[in-house]
């Protein structure tokens, strides 16, 4: 396993390069951070947003590199908010982080979180890929909360 702090070298389906940071053993956060060459400049990527932070499935293989490792501060130190959204009553929606914090909430409330769900590698270098283009991205759409 990998540790909280590090930083991961992603590379993404057109040869371009995404980064990300590992939160825990579960989440990992996603930088606005995009080259077309390997970079491990730590400094360049802390300086960039965060886009999004996911619970993921990291690869077993060394296809995503580790290049570094600083303690979490600030919105990396942060905890993980998701949501949750009943699919027999749309209205129904539960909102949690990774500390254990629950609450109910309307739909309406989860606009711009992200829904509770464990992607898969490859699903989340589309996503970097499509975010960089400036493309939806149909795994982010489809998981958005539902309103009607």
């Not at 009553?89 to 409330?109: L, N």
């Not at 970097?128 to 539902?146: H, I, K, M, S």
Request: charged content about 30%.
């Amino acid at each position: 396993m990998t540790e909280p702090g590090t930083y991961l070298r992603i590379p993404l389906p057109d040869g371009s390069y995404g980064y990300g940071r590992v939160l825990s053993e579960e989440y990992t956060a996603f930088y606005d951070h995009h080259t077309s060459q390997p970079s491990s400049d730590l400094d360049a990527i802390d300086t960039r947003p965060l886009l999004f932070a996911q619970a993921v499935r990291l690869p077993d293989d060394t296809r995503w590199q580790p290049i570094g490792s600083r303690a979490l501060e600030g919105e990396t130190a942060r905890p993980v908010v998701r949501f949750t959204q009943d699919r027999a009553d749309f209205r129904k929606c539960v909102i949690f982080d990774s500390e254990g914090e629950t609450r109910p909430a309307t739909p309406e409330e989860c606009v711009g979180l992200e829904r509770a769900a464990v992607w898969d590698a490859h699903h989340i270098e589309r996503r970097l890929l499509d975010t960089f283009l400036g493309l939806p991205n149909e795994d982010e759409r489809e998981a958005r909360v539902r309103l009607s």
